[in-house]
T-cell receptor, first 113, second 113 residues
């Protein structure tokens, strides 16, 4: 079945620096991709949903890149700030599994002042 | 807005014990999910339900039962708790399939003595 590999498991950056989290997936039929953010003590919240036809997706303070050829999804936080400190999870859905989100292992991001 | 409520927040059990976790949502969502969150392994799907009285197995269903007696509630039973098991169980819901945004509860943290 589909597998999603997320790296790195832990990431520490200084305030104002960029942070990059990458996921690689195996199913070429994956068609929706997601990033969820889990702040300490809080529930997971959707950060962005990406459809397979869109390679570059801009959010507030971050960019999500999808490279379908390499089956790679990345979250790029530009100018990270302490409020970005959280766990981040990527996930995807393959067309063969309507209700089965497959999650990556998660990345714990720490932004230090 | 709606909310997902998981009870209890913390659950301590004994080896071999049958334990039940409960989840309620007031979004009026059709689909509900149970995920297990382990450090370094991301979220893994245990069971999901696309409507009242429906049950679908996820990748991690062995050792668990689930019940969706009402649209608003979805319960999970650990059939026989494993010694030293420690995990967080997350309940989620979505309007229909997982290609829609998932809304998560805060989780139930399980410890087995």
């Amino acid at each position: 079945g589909e597998q999603v590999e997320q790296r790195p498991p832990h990431l520490s950056v200084r305030e104002g620096d960029s942070a990059v989290i990458t996921c690689t997936y195996t199913d070429p039929n994956s068609y929706y991709f997601f990033w969820y953010k889990q702040e300490p003590g809080a529930s997971l919240q959707l950060l962005m949903k990406v459809f397979s036809s869109t390679e570059i997706n801009e959010g507030q303070g971050f960019t999500v890149l999808l490279n379908k050829k390499d089956k790679r999804l990345s979250l790029n936080l530009t100018a990270a700030h302490p409020g970005d400190s959280a766990a981040y999870f990527c996930a995807d859905i393959a067309s063969s599994s309507f209700s089965k989100l497959v999650f990556g292992q998660g990345t714990s991001l720490s932004v230090v002042p | 807005g709606g909310i997902i409520t998981q009870t209890p927040k913390f659950l301590i059990g004994q080896e071999g014990q049958k334990l039940t976790l409960k989840c309620q949502q007031n979004f009026n969502h059709d689909t509900m999910y149970w995920y297990r969150q382990d450090s370094g392994k991301g979220l893994r799907l245990i069971y999901y339900s696309i409507t009242e009285n429906d049950l679908q197995k996820g990748d991690l269903s062995e050792g668990y039962d689930a019940s969706r007696e009402k649209k608003s509630s979805f319960s999970l039973t650990v059939t026989s708790a494993q010694k030293n098991e420690m995990a967080v169980f997350l309940c989620a819901s979505s309007i229909q399939g997982a290609n829609e945004r998932l809304f998560f509860g805060h989780g139930t943290k399980l410890s087995v003595l």
